[in-house]
Nanobody, 124 residues
Framework: QVRLEESGGGLVEPGGSLRLSCAAS????????MGWYRQAPGQSRALIGT???????KYVDSVKGRFTISRDIGKHMVFLEMHSLRPEDTAVYSC??????????????????WGQGTQVTVSA
């Protein structure tokens, strides 16, 4: 199983910046797409953006120009740089990865894996 662990959450003032990291571990695997979701209080989990193995990132409109997703493929990590943070960005942020476990030199069918999430609070 692929395990994802986020770090970097915390409390930040409106207009501030924060950088989240997510590291994947758990044996031999191939990761295809990685990305970030967030879940605000009382709301469903919502996509922020994704990044493929070529480094092409896509974002939802609400974070375009403020958030940047990047990857370190060799270290199986994905990052989320957040700037100009707003109170409405307050949420639990989770990373995800579409990955295949490698068993006996054969890739298993890909599936999505999720981290536990890290809290980001934007407040004065």
């Amino acid at each position: 199983q692929v395990r994802l662990e986020e770090s970097g959450g915390g409390l930040v003032e409106p207009g501030g910046s924060l950088r989240l990291s997510c590291a994947a571990s758990g044996g031999l695997f191939s990761i295809y797409t990685m990305g970030w979701y967030r879940q605000a209080p009382g709301q469903s989990r919502a996509l922020i953006g994704t990044i493929n193995n070529s480094g092409d990132a896509k974002y939802v409109d609400s974070v375009k120009g403020r958030f940047t997703i990047s990857r370190d493929i060799g270290k199986h990590m994905v990052f989320l740089e957040m700037h100009s943070l707003r109170p409405e960005d307050t949420a639990v942020y989770s990373c995800y990865a579409e990955a295949s476990m490698i068993v006996g030199a054969q890739a298993q069918p890909p599936r999505n894996y999720w981290g536990q999430g890290t809290q980001v609070t934007v407040s004065a």
